[in-house]
C-alpha cells in the first residue's frame, strides 16, 4: 500500500491526461474539417444562400442589404482577394468553427481547469451539428464565437476599465454578426452583475453595454434611414416566424406582411398565449432539441454532474451563459418550422450546445478529482491499518 499511495503522490497526472487530451482535441478538428469538407460540401445552402449577392452589392461595412454585417463583410472581403464566393462561404464557416473549439481551450482553463478545457473542446470538435453549420457558414457560429468572448471578459472575477472595453467590443461584433445575440448580452451582463452585486461590477456592466451599443448603432440607424426602421430585417423575420407558426408551409394566402416587433410577436397570442409558448418551448428544448444537439447521448450523465459541480463549487458563470443562450430561443421553441421532426432548426441551440459541453467537461473532471481523491484515502487508509498491524 505504501507503494501504491507513494505512486499515487508521484503520478503527474494534470499533465499526461492534458497532453492526452490535447493530441484527441487536434486529432477530432483536422478530422471533422476534413469529413465536413467532403461530406457537405454540395449541401445546398440555407441561411447563407444570398449572402454573395449582399456582398456583391454592398459597398462598405453596414450596406449588406437585410442581413447583419459582419459575416457578408468577412465574405466581401474572401470575395475581394477573388475566393469564389460559395467556397469561401465554407471555408470561413470552418475556420470560425476551429475558432470557437480553439477559443473553448483559452476561456475554460483559467477558471475551470485544463481537463474540463479540453474535454469540452473535444466534444465540440466531434460534433457532427456543428461541422454541418459550419460548412453552412451559419451566422450563429460567428456570433457565438464574439459571445463567449463576451461571457469571457464579463464574467472576469475582477472586473476593471479593461476588461470592460473588451467585452463591450466583443458584444458589439456578437450583435453584428447576429442581431438577437444582444437578448444574451443583457442576460450575461445582468446575471452576472446579480451574481456579485458590486458597485464596480455595475459600472463595468453598463460601460460594457453601452459600447456594444456604440458599435451596432450605425447599423440599426442604416436599417432606419433605408428601411424606415431600426430593427427592419429583424422584424420581418419576426413575421415570418408568426406566419409560420400560424399557417405552417400551407397557403400564406391572406397572411399579414410587413415587420413585426418583438412585444407583438412575444404576445400575437395574448398573455396567456405567450406563457404557453414559452413553458412548451422550454420543455420541447429539454426533452428533445438539447439531447440531439449534445449529440453523445451517454454524455448526459456527466453534464448532470457538471450542473451539479456548477452549483456546489459555485461556478456559476456557466450556469448563466446556458440561461443567456437558452432563454431567447424558448418564445420560437415550440414552432413547427422543421416540417418532419416539428420544432425549430438545431442551429438556434449552438449557443446552448457550447454550455452543454463546458458543463460535461466539467462533470468529466470532478468526477475524476474525486475517484483520485476516494483511491488516495483508501491507499492511506489501508497503509494505516497495515502499519497498525505491524506494530501489534
Given amino acids: 500500500m505504501e507503494k501504491l499511495l507513494e505512486a499515487l503522490n508521484k503520478f503527474n497526472r494534470d499533465s499526461v491526461f492534458a497532453g492526452a487530451l490535447s493530441v484527441l482535441v487536434a486529432a477530432a478538428l483536422l478530422y471533422s474539417l476534413a469529413a465536413s469538407w467532403k461530406v457537405y460540401r454540395h449541401e445546398p445552402f440555407r441561411e447563407a444562400a444570398s449572402r454573395s449577392l449582399l456582398a456583391v452589392h454592398s459597398s462598405w461595412f453596414y450596406d449588406s442589404g437585410i442581413a447583419e454585417p459582419l459575416p457578408v463583410f468577412a465574405l466581401k472581403l474572401?470575395?475581394?482577394?477573388?475566393?469564389?464566393?460559395d467556397a469561401a462561404v465554407r471555408a470561413e464557416g470552418l475556420a470560425v468553427f476551429a475558432a470557437v473549439v480553439l477559443l473553448t481551450i483559452f476561456v475554460l482553463r483559467a477558471r475551470f481547469g485544463w481537463q474540463c478545457a479540453l474535454l469540452a473542446a473535444l466534444f465540440l470538435a466531434a460534433n457532427p451539428l456543428l461541422c454541418f453549420y459550419a460548412m453552412?457558414?451559419?451566422?450563429?457560429?460567428?456570433?457565438?464565437?464574439?459571445?463567449?468572448?463576451?461571457?469571457?471578459?464579463?464574467?472576469?472575477?475582477?472586473?476593471?476599465?479593461?476588461?470592460a472595453l473588451l467585452a463591450g467590443l466583443y458584444g458589439g461584433l456578437a450583435c453584428l454578426s447576429r442581431l438577437d445575440a444582444a437578448?444574451?448580452?443583457?442576460?450575461?451582463?445582468?446575471?452576472?452583475?446579480?451574481?456579485?452585486?458590486?458597485?464596480?461590477?455595475?459600472?463595468s456592466a453598463a460601460l460594457t453595454l453601452g459600447l456594444s451599443l456604440l458599435l451596432v448603432l450605425p447599423y440599426v440607424v442604416y436599417q432606419r434611414a433605408k428601411y424606415g426602421n431600426f430593427l427592419y430585417?429583424?422584424?420581418?423575420?419576426?413575421?415570418?416566424?408568426?406566419?409560420?407558426?400560424?399557417?405552417?408551409?400551407g397557403s400564406w394566402d391572406g397572411a399579414p406582411v410587413g415587420p413585426l416587433s418583438v412585444t407583438a410577436f412575444?404576445?400575437?397570442?395574448?398573455?396567456?398565449?405567450?406563457?404557453?409558448?414559452?413553458?412548451?418551448?422550454?420543455?420541447?428544448?429539454?426533452?428533445?432539441e438539447l439531447p440531439k444537439v449534445l449529440y453523445y447521448k451517454w454524455v448526459s450523465v456527466f453534464l448532470f454532474l457538471g450542473i451539479y459541480a456548477a452549483f456546489v463549487l459555485k461556478k456559476d458563470s456557466l450556469l448563466i451563459f446556458l440561461a443567456a443562450a437558452l432563454l431567447p430561443v424558448l418564445?420560437?421553441?415550440?414552432?413547427?418550422?422543421?416540417p418532419a421532426s416539428g420544432g425549430i432548426e438545431f442551429r438556434y441551440y449552438l449557443c446552448s450546445l457550447w454550455a452543454l459541453c463546458a458543463l460535461v467537461g466539467l462533470g468529466f473532471q470532478e468526477t475524476l478529482a474525486w475517484f483520485e481523491g476516494g483511491l488516495q484515502k483508501?491507499?492511506?487508509?489501508?497503509?494505516?491499518?497495515s502499519g497498525r498491524g505491524g506494530k501489534e
Fill in 78 to 85: 474572401a470575395m475581394a482577394a477573388g475566393a469564389d464566393p
Fill in 136 to 163: 453552412q457558414g451559419g451566422s450563429h457560429l460567428y456570433s457565438l464565437f464574439f459571445l463567449l468572448l463576451f461571457w469571457h471578459y464579463t464574467a472576469a472575477p475582477e472586473p476593471s476599465r479593461r476588461t
Fill in 183 to 203: 437578448w444574451a448580452l443583457l442576460l450575461i451582463a445582468g446575471l452576472s452583475w446579480a451574481s456579485r452585486r458590486s458597485a464596480a461590477g455595475l459600472k
Fill in 233 to 249: 430585417a429583424q422584424e420581418l423575420s419576426l413575421r415570418r416566424w408568426a406566419n409560420i407558426d400560424k399557417y405552417a408551409y
Fill in 266 to 288: 412575444v404576445f400575437r397570442d395574448g398573455a396567456a398565449g405567450a406563457a404557453r409558448g414559452v413553458f412548451a418551448g422550454l420543455g420541447r428544448s429539454l426533452a428533445y
Fill in 331 to 338: 418564445p420560437l421553441a415550440d414552432i413547427k418550422q422543421v
Fill in 378 to 385: 483508501w491507499a492511506a487508509e489501508k497503509t494505516a491499518a
